[in-house]
């Protein structure tokens, strides 16, 4: 079956200072994986996935996520943090091989204190 | 330009008074899929239609039903909502279905409060 961990709650980062989104995922086949925002009262937003190829993978407003096949992760990363990027993150996986189904971990919420 | 919108945003309601939230796309997708999120919680797979073909989710509550008149709108109701009930009800869309690549697309969610 398909899981999704991020161990993190909350992370807390200074404006500036750079940030990571921890995640880890379990699939059977080959993983998609997305991470996705959701600001307050709002829908989620796509920032990137990993399909195949470059395990780094480059997304909207200066995201990026490195995918590790051997430790399972798929980590969100930006080199230098906002106070507007202060909001949930969901990261999530589908199974490439036939899976429909889309399994989102339970969030982290990003704090960026200026 | 939106993409995919729900309405209304915000529906308070009655203990067992049934209500209905809308979902419409102007993607052309052929799924269309409605989670329920909890306060500060993972969205959970409700069911989704793959065209006209609709699929529940085995933990899916008989009181929540769906209906999908065409491919640009899809309805959620809840026939007799409880107080669990209340939470943000999101709509998505997808392209394709099985083993696919494809990103989901959100809409903004409707927050119900069953009262």
């Known amino acids: 079956a398909q899981s999704v961990a991020q161990p993190e709650d909350q992370v807390n980062v200074a404006e500036g200072n750079p940030l990571t989104v921890k995640c880890t995922y379990s699939?059977?086949?080959?993983?998609?994986l997305f991470w996705y925002v959701q600001y307050p009262n709002r829908g989620l937003q796509f920032l990137l996935k990993?399909?195949?190829?470059?395990?780094l993978v480059k997304g909207s407003y200066g995201f990026e996520a490195e995918f590790n096949k051997s430790q399972t992760s798929f980590h969100l990363k930006k080199p230098s943090a906002l106070v507007s990027d202060s909001a949930l993150y969901f990261c999530?996986?589908?199974?490439?091989?036939?899976?429909?189904?889309?399994?989102f971990g339970a969030g982290t919420r990003l704090f960026v204190k200026a | 330009d939106a993409m995919v919108i729900q309405n209304p945003r915000y529906q308070v309601t009655q203990f067992g008074k049934p209500v209905t939230l809308s979902c419409s796309q102007t993607?052309?997708?052929?799924?269309m899929y409605w989670y329920q999120q909890k306060s500060s919680q993972a969205p959970k797979l409700l069911f989704h239609?793959?065209?006209?073909?609709?699929?529940n989710e085995a933990d899916t509550p008989d009181n929540f039903q769906s209906r999908r008149p065409n491919t640009s709108f899809c309805f959620l109701d809840i026939r007799s909502p409880g107080l669990g009930d209340t939470a943000m009800y999101l709509c998505?869309?997808?392209?394709?279905?099985?083993?696919?690549?494809?990103?989901?697309?959100f809409g903004p969610g409707t927050r119900l409060t069953v009262l």
């Open positions: 998505a869309t997808s392209k394709r279905l099985a083993g696919s690549t494809d990103t989901q697309y």
């Open positions: 999530a996986v589908r199974d490439g091989n036939g899976g429909f189904k889309t399994i």
């Open positions: 239609y793959y065209d006209k073909d609709f699929n």
């Open positions: 993607l052309n997708h052929n799924v």
């Open positions: 990993y399909i195949t190829g470059d395990n």
């Open positions: 699939v059977s086949g080959n993983p998609y």
